[in-house]
């Protein structure tokens, strides 16, 4: 006679949606055993019951993992399952006790499909995080349809925090320590850069995003690590400090003498595309003259951040609107650049020339390079 295997995990019964179901706490070496992949992506999308799985996502959830092994997190798993489940109640407790499964049940992942293949290539690493535990959803399978609408009802209102909120509460990442520490030291940053929207509504008190902030100092240091924490967030606060002294419009902001609404309305130089733009220049400012970026910087005074001034039309806005795609962000600091009279790459020369009329450009360059003589 065979003997059926079974395993046991603590559990607690609830119901929910008239359907009973259970959390159980796994070890994570069983989830790549219990929860085996579906390849969805030969299925058309009426046949799914999940996303296609992007294995591009994998091995970033994977490095969180192994690099966060003291301090990593996930949600539950949510699963359905085609077995018949017992509930052993413990005590006087009716629903809390051990779930007992059969180990060829067939288990269905209806979210966290990405976690649960993460956590299979981060076992191959590192083996002892097999004893670890993660909390898993299990609700009885019904039929296809029942299981595509959970995968919406689970979706549907999930939404992802904004990326100033993520900046602010990421202590692991030195870069946005960075930042947080530049915006209380810069007195042109210091009250007015918003830690929670990612754009700001049109009379907010503030002047910039702390997402604009944090990738235009990005782009300014590059990298930051434990033994250059201290010089790179000096070096960002004097950069910044620097830029600040060269644009009036912040300072009079900060002195009271213009409201922050009214600079974001007729100017463009609090714009993520372009805080950006200048970061990536300063960078290379400072790289091609270490002696002398500061006094270079005094050039940034002589450009027309006006929105009507039609230098920026293809650059950086698009008619009435500031634009901050890639190739925005790109030909913004190609433009800068050459305000600067730093050299251009090829590619930067290429993707400028297509964005706006090279000519007027090389018109007003010189008128500038004269203004500034």
Not at 32 to 50: G, I, S, V, Y
């Amino acid at each position: 006679m065979e003997v059926q295997v079974k395993l046991s995990f603590p559990a607690v019964r609830g119901r929910m949606g008239k359907r009973d179901y259970f959390v159980a706490m796994m070890k994570l070496s069983l989830v790549p055993k219990l929860f085996n992949f579906r390849d969805w992506a030969e299925f058309p999308p009426e046949q799914r019951a999940q996303r296609v799985l992007q294995k591009t996502r994998v091995p970033e959830i994977c490095s969180y993992i192994l690099e966060n092994e003291d301090g990593y997190l996930f949600s539950s798993l949510t699963a359905s399952f085609n077995c018949e489940p017992t509930f052993q109640p413990v005590g006087d407790f009716q629903d809390l006790g051990v779930l007992e499964i059969p180990f060829e049940a067939n288990l269905v992942i209806n979210d966290g499909q990405h976690r649960r293949a993460a956590i299979e290539e981060a076992l191959k690493e590192n083996s002892k995080l097999g004893d670890e535990t993660i909390s898993v959803v299990l609700f009885p399978w019904e039929d296809m349809d029942r299981m595509q609408q959970m995968f919406s009802d689970l979706n549907r209102t999930a939404r992802t925090t904004s990326k100033s909120l993520n900046i602010l509460y990421n202590h692991r990442d030195l870069m946005s320590q960075v930042t947080l520490a530049l915006i209380e030291r810069v007195d042109e940053f210091k009250g007015v850069v918003d830690k929670d929207r990612i754009s700001l509504p049109l009379r907010s008190p503030k002047l910039f995003t702390l997402g604009a902030i944090y990738d235009a100092t990005m782009a300014v240091l590059t990298t930051v690590s434990e033994s250059d924490f201290d010089a790179k967030t000096d070096l960002a606060i004097e950069f910044w400090q620097e830029v600040a002294a060269n644009i009036p419009e912040w300072r009079k902001v900060k002195a009271g003498d213009l409201k922050p609404y009214e600079v974001r309305q007729e100017f463009i130089h609090t714009h993520a595309v372009v805080l950006w733009a200048i970061g990536t220049m300063g960078q290379t400012l400072m790289s091609s003259y270490p002696g002398d970026w500061k006094e270079l910087l005094k050039k940034l005074r002589a450009i027309d951040w006006r929105r009507t001034n039609k230098e920026w039309q293809g650059i950086a806005m698009s008619g009435t609107d500031v634009v901050n795609r890639r190739q925005s962000r790109t030909d913004t600091s190609s433009f800068l650049k050459l305000k600067f009279g730093l050299k251009l790459t090829a590619s930067e020369e290429r993707s400028l020339k297509g964005a706006t009329d090279a000519t007027s450009i090389m018109t007003n360059l010189k008128n500038l390079v004269q203004k500034v003589a």
